[in-house]
């Protein structure tokens, strides 16, 4: 009996790379999750440590992003032919292997019927939330909503934020603004057109995220929470908990490429996460419906 190496492959997953197409003011968006994997004459790194034919999982990650500038994304499946033919071709000892990517899709958010230029939502990624609590004949209604994922391609900047020796981020007047939206907002009273609220609410929360320009993303918060209170007397307040999803500019300078902010790397974690409630102050509170309602601040 022998014991043999079988089967094997090997790369890098999960490469997740948002390109971003601004030629023009109408910014376009391609959101991928790509996995690459090679196959081909790897035995002696198996067997015996040689690495000798071993194309670092790091460069199949950095050749995605290089390939998102030089080439663009135009359709997932074009993309991944073009990365896979490219190891094949350069490492004559890889044979082949296998490239898989997952395309998240935006849709342009619409403020006043018309498709904003850079700010885009998932549709139908999210929930609408509803609580009621009855003490007697008081009757508290909290609605919200969870999972509402926004993103726009400029019109976010983020600077004059305190240094320290631990401080590295780099100001900026030009980034991606990503969130997950979770909002909760009390009404006052109890007899409304909930359906016609809701839906109104949520279009005016995109609105404000599409239209402010941000200087951080507190700031855009308040704008949402101010707006709607503004322009919704049946709301007393509004919590939101957002989590700043960061986008990082991939440095393709390494590789002889300029990034005009194209090329992105979407960080799922850490992220930011930002709280606040935005609240009338001549309103009593309600801390019993809160109380049960986690994940608020
Ligand atoms: O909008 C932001 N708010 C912050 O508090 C913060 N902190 C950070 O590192 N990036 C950002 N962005």
Known sequence: MAIVLGDNQYGKAEVRVVRVVRDTAR??????????????????SHLVGDNGHVVATDTQKNTVYAFAKKYGVTSPEDFLITLGRHFVDAFEWISGGRWAAEQYSWQRILVGGVEHDHSFVREGQETRTAV?????????????????????????EFHGFPRDIYTTLAETNERILATKVSARWRYLGAAHDYNGLYTEIRARLLDVFAETHSLALQQTLYAMGETILREFGAVAEIKFSLPNRHHFLVDLAPFGLENPNEV???????????????????????????????GFC
């Open 27 to 44: 910014h376009e968006i391609t959101d991928l999750n790509v996995s690459s994997q090679l196959r081909g004459d790897l035995a002696a």
């Open 132 to 156: 009621v609590e009855l003490d007697g004949e008081d009757i508290t209604v909290v609605a919200g909503l969870t999972d509402l994922v926004v993103l726009k391609t400029t019109g976010s």
């Open 264 to 294: 992105f790397y979407a960080a799922d974690r850490p992220y930011g996460l930002i709280e606040a409630t935005v609240l009338r102050d001549d309103v009593p509170p309600a801390e019993r419906v809160w109380a049960g309602i986690p």
